[in-house]
């Protein structure tokens, strides 16, 4: 059962645009949603997370859109740059406790120059 | 201050053989998960471990298994090698497990490959 979809699964951008990654969870009693970036040889890399009580957040040039009643999540990543080329995995947890990350597919995401 | 370390970072093995491999968490962290991650894939829960016991399982055979130590320090084996079993495996570690925190740390992980 996938659990958190994500797509798409990859993503071509020009430099100084905007990248947009979508997922959707199923489980209600998620309440805590990283993404993840994962370079290659590299393990995932905590970016930026949000729990659900707050409908968006913001660091530096990516956003996290939270939609609760539609049980679905984005990340914008704003002025695109080739090091932004990276695997973007979105997430969803429940916190504390016997807590596991479950991860969706993955977005490849190319910025071209 | 070092982050999550997992050793070997890339391993070789043949069908039916067995492989241990290894990690130690962040700093101040207790609780260690492992992840198995196929490529192309994201990566799939294997098991968490906290105070040396196996807390939560995903779904995964018992020929997985593993260990935590005092120092927190853990260790996944898997026994009769499948060829399925080529992936990326990572390790993840975060601190207090009864408590509010949330953010793992992920080592960069070991990449198995079973011919």
């Known amino acids: 059962q996938q659990q958190v979809k994500q797509s798409p699964q990859s993503l071509i951008v020009q430099k100084g645009g905007i990248s947009i990654i979508n997922c959707a969870y199923e489980?209600?009693?998620?309440?805590?949603f990283p993404w993840y970036q994962q370079f290659p040889g590299k393990g995932p890399a905590l970016l930026i997370a949000i729990r659900p009580d707050v409908s968006e957040k913001k660091e530096g040039r990516f956003t996290i859109s939270f939609n609760k009643s539609a049980k679905q999540f984005s990340l914008h990543i704003m002025d695109s740059q080739p090091g932004d080329s990276a695997t973007y995995f979105c997430?969803?947890?429940?916190?504390?406790?016997?807590?596991?990350?479950?991860f969706g597919i993955g977005t490849k995401l190319q910025v071209i120059p | 201050d070092a982050g999550v370390t997992q050793s070997p970072t890339h391993l070789i093995k043949t069908r039916g053989q067995q492989v241990t491999l290894r990690c130690s968490p962040k700093s101040g962290h207790d609780t260690v998960s492992w992840y198995q991650q196929a490529l192309g894939q994201g990566p799939q829960f294997i098991f968490q471990?906290?105070?040396?016991?196996?807390?939560q399982r995903g779904n995964f055979p018992d020929r997985f298994s593993g260990h935590q130590f005092p120092n927190y320090s853990s260790e996944l084996n898997v026994n009769a090698l499948l060829l399925g079993d080529s992936a990326l495996y990572l390790c993840?570690?975060?601190?207090?497990?009864?408590?509010?925190?949330?953010?793992?740390?992920f080592g960069q992980g070991t990449r198995l490959t079973v011919v």
């Open positions: 993840a570690s975060r601190f207090g497990f009864r408590g509010s925190s949330t953010e793992a740390f």
């Open positions: 997430a969803a947890s429940r916190a504390g406790g016997y807590q596991k990350v479950t």
């Open positions: 489980n209600t009693a998620f309440d805590y």
């Open positions: 471990y906290y105070e040396e016991e196996e807390r």
